[in-house]
């Protein structure tokens, strides 16, 4: 059993819209015990759950609180409602000018996911904006962005911009004078991912909802929860925010339809993906699930472990949780698919698909193409070279340090 900081599970019992009378019971608790409003401020800073968590305390527990600390939050929760006002803004005229052009797009995360799972543009902290689009017009959507001042992050010579595509899912873009990052998508996650290719089918089934008054297209709210909980696996559900996002859509959106869920969900094998998403929202934030899901999310042991790793690595200290390239996270995304053939064409495309820095170093001849799958595995290999002999380096350096340490305290002892 996991025991947490007083600050950790005064984040978990307030990152929630609304609250029942136990969980309110353990905030008082927690409160009258004395909690470190530094080390709170900065970990719901970390997981992007400040403005969630100001609001439910202002509004249930002012009086408990100093009010140094409510101001601090106020002022950052403020903060974030401009910035969200700025880029929801931008999204719209990106939208609008894209329209414009002929190329429809779905904003995704950010602006659209606080509207679609929150219900409120205010209560959920996002940095960046991120628009799918179809594959065929991406150039057309380069060429748009560029024109209003948008840069490539990763300026790639045009002959390699078809193979880009073919590996990747998404590119960004970004704007000086505004500060915005926008990344544009092709496709919902690598293409070596099997729950990835059901993304042409999504459009479909999109719906509309308002964005500052204005209608824009969404995900499907039965898309977007599977999207969510494929996206929190392969980060290895390292925030909090993202836990939060898989509760509040189940809260919102009453009448989402479990069946086609788990269908999709088992479909396209992301399933156990599904599952502990719906478990960790059940079991860390009290996400009221229909009794059939809760029964089945709760039953599984393999779901079971992956939630424990979760909720061990949730609030780790200190420093920061490791990437989405990290062989942890890589070797947990892998846990959670199911068959055998997914988790073979995932590993090998961790191992051997170019990224856009490898795709530039071979001259764009197609006689030369297979090599390219020979560039990541060597390159990932001389990094594990140079780790394992700078780690060497280190244990060596230390032995070296605690023996002379000792033979100084055994001269000591000898007089």
Known sequence: ??????????????????IDRDCAERVRTLLEGGIDWTAFITSTGRHAVLPLVYRTLRANFSDAIPEQVLNCLRIQYATNIGRNIILAKELLRIVDLLETDGVSSIPIKGPSLAVAAYGDLALRSFDDLDLLVSRRDVERVRSALTAKGYSPTLELPREEEPRFLRFHFERAFWHQERAILLEIHWALDYPYYSFTAAAEDIWGRCETILLEGKPIISLAPEDLLLYLCAHGARHRWQRLAWICDVAELIRTRQ???????INRAEQSGSARMLELGLFLAYDLLEAALP????????????????????REGLF??????PESGDPEVNFFF??????????????????????????GLLPSYAFVFPLYFLIRPLRLMGKALRTASTSTFWIQESVRSEVSKGEKDFCKRLG
């Open 334 to 359: 892998f846990r959670t698919m199911l068959r055998l053939g997914d988790k073979v064409k995932g590993v090998l495309g961790n191992i051997m698909v170019p990224n856009a820095f490898e795709l």
């Open 255 to 261: 009448a989402l339809q479990w069946e086609d869920v």
């Open 316 to 321: 780790r200290e200190p420093g920061p949780h």
């Open 1 to 18: 059993m996991i025991t947490l900081r007083p600050e950790d599970e005064l984040a978990l019992c307030s990152a929630r819209t609304s």
């Open 291 to 310: 009794k059939s899901i809760a029964e089945r999310v709760a039953g599984g042991r393999r779901v079971q472990a992956l939630a424990g790793q979760v």
